[in-house]
Each structure stands twice: as structure tokens, then as C-alpha cells.
């Protein structure tokens, strides 16, 4: 299939390199398992405030807010990452029980599966904003939002969607990843 506009495209990447499973167990299948999940989840999130470009009024401060909104499953794994500093810039993680409780400063709100209902609100409302949107549910960078997190049986990736991040006015730098692209359904033809 021919992509006719690859700007327009929803990326997936797979970090497969650098996270693969050493048991070779498909991802929730045990305690540990989830654990290990949301471990990469936390370095994938670390590694994004690195490589996604922010307009400069969007980080002014030296602090970088990742705020969590709902339940996830394994919660010391993005409590590891606060205080540690990316480009001069110190991760600062806080959890929101609900969408009215959300920072106004967050740079990245990471939405985890119990709020998956919410995500069309969350899109509506942050969607020209600069602030990634990532999901960890299914289909929520189809959806609007900015990434989500894709689970196989070897690896965490990473959909990206290409046209979100624009209109928040972010860059991502795609180089040094295995990227496969989706077409959009209008490239379907649906």
C-alpha cells in the first residue's frame, strides 16, 4: 500500500532492542510481568521528555511535569523517575484522581487505562495545546491523542500520531527506531 502523505500517518515504533522480554511471557500474564510493563513504560516516558521538542513557553521553569491521570497498575515504576533530571530539566510526577484535578502545567499527561473513558474529553480539550497526550490503552493516538502504548508478545512500543503532535506543536525525533507505519482510513479508502 502506497501512503500518499506521510505526515499524515500514525506511526508505530517498537523498542524491541532495548526492552525486549527475557522470559519470553506475553506482558499482565504475572505479577512480575506487570511490573516489568510498567517499568518500560517509566523508561519509555523518561526517554520521551528527551526527545519530543516543546515550544520554549511551554517548559519555562527548570521543572518538567509528568502528570499521571487514574490508576495504574504498577505505581512505583513512574514514581522512580521524579527528581531525576533530563536536560536540565527535573522530572516532577504527580497523580491526578481526575480530569478537574489536572496541573495546567503539565508537559506530558500520561492517561492510564481506568480513565480510557475519558479520553475523547481529554483529546477535545488538550488537543491544540503543548502537551503530550499518552495513553495506555488501546487506539488512543487513533483516536486524537499524541501516543499510546502498544504491548506484543516481544516488546513495548510506542503510536504515534504524527498530525497530533503537530497541532499541540510538538516534534518527536523518529531516528534510531524500527517504525512501521499505519495508514489513516482515508488512505484506505474508507
Not at 30 to 57: F, H, M, R
Request: net charge neutral; with cysteine; glycine share 6%.
Amino acid at each position: 500500500m502506497r501512503i500518499v502523505n506521510l505526515q499524515k500517518s500514525i506511526f508505530i515504533l517498537m523498542l524491541a532492542s532495548a526492552l525486549s522480554f527475557s522470559n519470553g511471557l506475553f506482558a499482565g500474564e504475572s505479577e512480575l510481568d506487570t511490573q516489568w510493563e510498567y517499568e518500560q513504560k517509566a523508561k519509555i516516558i523518561k526517554y520521551l521528555v528527551g526527545k519530543v521538542v516543546w515550544p520554549k513557553t511551554a517548559v519555562e521553569s527548570e521543572t518538567f511535569n509528568i502528570c499521571v491521570l487514574g490508576n495504574l497498575e504498577y505505581k512505583k515504576a513512574i514514581d522512580a523517575i521524579n527528581g531525576e533530571t533530563i536536560n536540565n530539566h527535573k522530572i516532577l510526577v504527580s497523580k491526578s484522581p481526575s480530569i478537574n484535578k489536572l496541573s495546567e502545567n503539565c508537559q506530558i499527561i500520561y492517561i492510564a487505562k481506568s480513565e480510557a473513558d475519558k479520553a475523547n474529553k481529554l483529546i477535545s480539550s488538550y488537543s491544540s495545546k503543548p502537551v503530550l497526550l499518552l495513553g495506555d490503552m488501546d487506539n488512543f493516538a487513533l483516536a486524537g491523542g499524541g501516543m499510546n502504548f502498544i504491548i506484543t508478545k516481544e516488546s513495548i512500543g510506542l503510536t504515534i500520531n504524527n498530525e497530533a503532535l503537530k497541532k499541540s506543536n510538538l516534534q518527536f525525533d523518529m531516528k534510531g527506531f524500527q517504525i512501521t507505519v499505519v495508514p489513516q482510513e482515508t488512505d484506505l479508502g474508507k
